[in-house]
T-cell receptor
Framework: GAGVSQSPSNKVTEKGKDVELRCDPISGHTALYWYRQSLGQGLEFLIY????????KSGLPSDRFSAERTGGSVSTLTIQRTQQEDSAVYLC?????????????FGDGTRLSIL | DQQVKQNSPSLSVQEGRISILNCDYTNSMFDYFLWYKKYPAEGPTFLIS?????DKNEDGRFTVFLNKSAKHLSLHIVPSQPGDSAVYFC?????????????FGQGTILTVHP
């Protein structure tokens, strides 16, 4: 079956520009997560959507970062006025919440480079 | 505060031998742990998990051991194969349940030599 799909796979943009990253979760998965991995670092949690509940935004590093999840499916992570420290691989994951021991399934990520 | 730590950045093993990857945690509320494997330019892939009610979980060549008193878990791969060469992350759900946002270790690069 189809896995988590992310687009674009690579994005290069100039400092100060806005970027949008897209995630298509696995069909039927009610939970969706965004993480990022900076060079040489582990994965850092950004935001978590679960069904119709208010998202957990506790990992967003600044108010330049925001995310939406429309119709309980596709999600868009937006970074406004990008800075060089935003360069990282942005990973999306989804899981079948409400069931115990359901692991998160990750997409291949978007590699974001800020010039 | 790094709640999940992988203190070995890299590990090199000969094909056919055992690989042991270690992970320590500081949050005693963690009660579920996962291991992910990541190849370059790909997303992490779930490998194996363990609940705190167990001290061992086995799946083929992969076994995870949990020592709650030491707040330590380890992943054993036996026998190691060149295709196992990847970055391995341990992770724990921050909410103390089997799901929710994950806290990851920094990862260990495993290289298995033919």
């Amino acid at each position: 079956g189809a896995g988590v799909s992310q687009s674009p796979s690579n994005k290069v943009t100039e400092k100060g520009k806005d970027v949008e990253l897209r995630c298509d979760p696995i069909s039927g998965h009610t939970a969706l997560y965004w993480y990022r991995q900076s060079l040489g670092q582990g994965l850092e949690f950004l935001i978590y959507f679960q069904g119709n509940s208010a998202p957990d935004k506790s990992g967003l590093p600044s108010d330049r970062f925001s995310a939406e999840r429309t119709g309980g499916s596709v999600s868009t992570l937006t970074i406004q006025r990008t800075q060089q420290e935003d360069s990282a691989v942005y990973l999306c994951a989804s899981s079948l919440e409400g069931h115990s021991n359901q692991p998160q399934h990750f997409g291949d990520g978007t590699r974001l480079s800020i010039l | 505060d790094q709640q999940v730590k992988q203190n070995s950045p890299s590990l090199s093993v000969q094909e056919g031998r055992i690989s042991i990857l270690n992970c320590d945690y500081t949050n005693s509320m963690f009660d579920y742990f996962l291991w992910y494997k990541k190849y370059p330019a790909e997303g992490p892939t779930f490998l194996i998990s363990i609940s705190s009610i167990k001290d061992k979980n086995e799946d083929g060549r992969f076994t995870v051991f949990l020592n709650k008193s030491a707040k330590h878990l380890s992943l054993h791969i036996v026998p190691s194969q060149p295709g196992d060469s990847a970055v391995y992350f341990c992770a724990a759900p921050a909410g103390g349940t089997s799901y929710g946002k994950l806290t990851f270790g920094q990862g260990t690069i495993l290289t298995v030599h033919p």
